[in-house]
């Protein structure tokens, strides 16, 4: 499994205690909470029961992974299964890359190998992801990544100054 989660600029890694810090600014950057739907500030105890807490997705339905770069050592972001449904063999997709790390081929490292891991480890078949019409950056990834737009919902999501759409979009790893 450890080469299945690596590639030649990153690997993804289990979430550690040494990721608190890091994990604490990005739950608490209010320009990340409209993907995330976080409407308030997460304490340090909460992010540090999540670190600490069982890693398993099928105990807690979700599992995150850290983005590490190869080179340095420096974590560069998250990416995580959520909404994890065994009987369906189905989950959600979502990543972050830290702002001083995009545009390097990080994400799209980072989902080839997440998809890897979610067939031949989970036994996940189908990946899901829902963007908002205005991130552009996501779009472009997850299309590039194999990912085919299935859905639209017309002004689905209120940002508190506009409404706008947000697009479904879903990767089948087997036919």
């Known amino acids: 499994m450890k080469s299945m989660l690596k590639s030649s600029k990153i ?37 540090h029961q999540y670190v600490h807490s069982a890693q398993d997705i099928y105990a807690v339905r979700q599992i995150r992974l850290m983005i590490e770069e190869t080179a340095s050592g420096k974590t560069v972001g998250a990416i995580d299964l ?9 989950a959600g997709v979502g990543i972050l890359i830290d702002e001083k790390y995009r545009k390097k081929g990080y994400a799209s490292d980072a ?3 997440v998809k890897e891991y979610a067939l031949n480890v989970v036994g996940i078949r189908n990946l ?5 019409a205005d991130n552009k950056a996501s779009i472009a990834l997850f299309e590039k990544s194999g990912f085919e737009k299935v859905g639209h919902r017309k002004n689905w999501f209120n940002d508190g100054k ?5 697009f479904m979009y879903q990767s089948q790893l087997i036919n």
């Open 11 to 47: 690997f993804l890694r289990a979430v550690e205690p040494a990721d608190l810090d890091c994990l604490l600014a990005w739950e608490n950057n209010p320009e990340y909470w409209r993907v995330s739907n976080t409407l308030t500030p997460f304490s340090k105890e909460l992010i």
């Open 128 to 132: 899901f992801a829902v963007i908002l």
């Open 111 to 113: 989902l080839k190998l």
């Open 162 to 166: 506009n409404w706008i759409d947000e």
């Open 82 to 90: 959520f909404d994890f449904e065994p009987r369906h063999q189905r």
